[in-house]
């Protein structure tokens, strides 16, 4: 009598080490997934050990042992064939080369724990649903186009090709500071004006390294000691 089969989920298309439990089994038993025999590892009356097929389909498979003296059970339903994700689309299409866009992924499938890659290299994901993950784009040397990757936790995976443009940052550009004065003692605050000052990085006054904040379209810095 067949009582579970382990794992209860597998990818589609995978070949997978699978435990049958359960009670009577005997030494010579055989073993048909979804209808196809399968090789099998005897262990003892309650445990046989197998090698579960790469199977297509989605769905419910049974699961059927046969001992000897052709005394048979069938578990239906063992086991689920699970079907790798499905990613449709990526929002926004585009972003700054200096990292930082949080991109929504949806589609179908996605799990708990599942990973997503932009242009090759690992990205903070976050998932909400099984429609919906959020991932933070990296940040990347070259601009241009690259393909996003959804990967499961059980290795099943979806690509976009093309779904995601880095952007070239523009350099900054000042066109004005107020006040233009300050003491020597630093501490000064100093609004700067300018364009292109989003992908800021790091702001220096006569080569020493200033702190800084851009907010609500102003730019502003405090002068350190001199």
Known sequence: RIVTVTPSCVPRGREQAGVISGDGFAEGCSVRV???PVVTRFVSPSRIEVSLPALDGVGAIDVEVTNPDMQSHRLEGAFELQAPPRLATVQPPQGSDAGGEVLTLSGLGFERRCKVSIGG???KTTWEAETTV???APPRALAGPVD???TNPDGQSAALAC???YVARR???ITGIDPKTGPT???TGVLLRGEHLDAVTDVRVGGERAAFKHRDGEFAFVTPPR
């Open 185 to 187: 003692t630093g501490g």
């Open 171 to 173: 350099a900054p550009v």
């Open 34 to 36: 979804a209808g196809e």
């Open 163 to 165: 779904a995601f443009t």
């Open 148 to 150: 996003v990757v959804l």
């Open 121 to 123: 290299f690992p990205a």
């Open 134 to 136: 959020r991932a933070v």
